[in-house]
Structure formats: structure tokens, C-alpha cells
């Protein structure tokens, strides 16, 4: 019997991981998804059933930007979940003609990385169906002029409680 990939609780959030890489300059790591649909992010994936969020921040890394766990250390991690509700038009439904999503939102554990080597450490290409086309250094607080709407007051509740670990100026 295979594993699925949703974790999801009483109130239909799936349980995820979301992962901001910053630099030794204090920029981050954003990343365009694949589609062409001009979306871009941090990494984040699902927790698996059996996997604590921290083994699914390292197994997410790897699958998301071909990071290995030994090219990072973990800085901060967010006190708490983090949730935001999807947009009807990305809700996943159960089965063919299912009515009732798979699940609501996510629910959020974030970790904050420090790369500890140069950009060769980041390959998209890693897994055999890339997640990611392109990806760059952005200043700390740019996400959040970028994301989608329904992801910023996640990304930015985050991005505050991450700052004070970084040399990071002009919170908004």
C-alpha cells in the first residue's frame, strides 16, 4: 500500500512545510513554479503521514530545489502553524465527480535556512518532474509584493516572526 502525500486534519487543512533559503547577504531564495503561469514562491510541500515536519523540510528541499540536508542549517522555525484557505478555483475534489474537496487550505510549519555553500548547492532539475523553472536571490521583504494574494498574510506573519534572526532592514 503506497503513502499519500495528504495529511489532513479535523478541519480540512493539509499539513505542510514551507522553506525560505536566505544568503549569507540576507536575500532569499524565490522561485518560479512550473506552468507558465508567471507564479512565483517559496518552496513548500506536503508532510506525509508519518514524517515529522522537519523530516519533510529536508525531503521537500531536495524535491523542490535539489538542496541536500548537509547544504543548510536551520535558523528559526515558526512557533506555530501558520493557515490560509485556497481559493475555490484550487480546490482539489475527492475522486471523479467528487463534491467535497480534499482538503480547504494549508496549514503551515515554515523553516528558515541558511544556505551554507554557493548557488551550485541549488539544481531544480534534481527530480524527475521539476516543481520549479527558475529562481533567484530576492531582498527579504520582496515576496510579499509578489505572492499571491490568498498566501500574504501567511508570508508575511512569517517573514516577521523570521526577521529578527537575520540582518534584515525596512520591515514594513
Not at 32 to 58: C, K, N
Not at 98 to 122: E, I, Y
Request: hydrophobic share 35%; with cysteine; aromatic share 12%.
Amino acid at each position: 500500500m503506497g503513502r499519500t502525500r495528504d495529511n489532513i486534519d479535523a478541519h480540512g487543512y493539509r499539513s505542510n512545510v514551507g522553506i525560505v533559503i536566505a544568503n549569507d547577504r540576507g536575500q532569499v531564495l524565490w522561485a518560479r513554479r512550473v506552468g507558465g503561469y508567471d507564479a512565483w514562491q517559496f518552496p513548500q510541500g506536503g508532510i506525509l503521514r508519518d514524517e515529522s515536519p522537519q523530516t519533510a523540510l529536508y525531503r521537500e528541499l531536495y524535491e523542490e530545489v535539489g538542496v541536500e540536508r548537509d547544504g543548510v542549517e536551520i535558523v528559526a522555525s515558526t512557533r506555530g502553524w501558520l493557515r490560509y484557505r485556497l481559493p475555490k478555483r484550487y480546490l482539489r475534489h475527492n475522486g471523479r465527480g467528487g463534491r467535497s474537496p480534499k482538503f480547504v487550505g494549508q496549514k503551515q510549519k515554515w523553516f528558515l535556512l541558511r544556505l551554507l555553500g554557493d548557488d551550485s548547492l541549488v539544481d531544480l532539475k534534481c527530480s524527475g518532474k521539476p516543481e520549479f523553472d527558475h529562481w533567484m536571490w530576492v531582498s527579504y521583504w520582496y515576496p510579499l509584493t509578489q505572492v499571491v494574494n490568498f498566501k500574504k498574510n501567511v508570508y508575511r506573519r512569517m517573514l516577521r516572526e523570521f526577521a529578527p534572526s537575520l540582518t534584515v532592514v525596512d520591515q514594513p
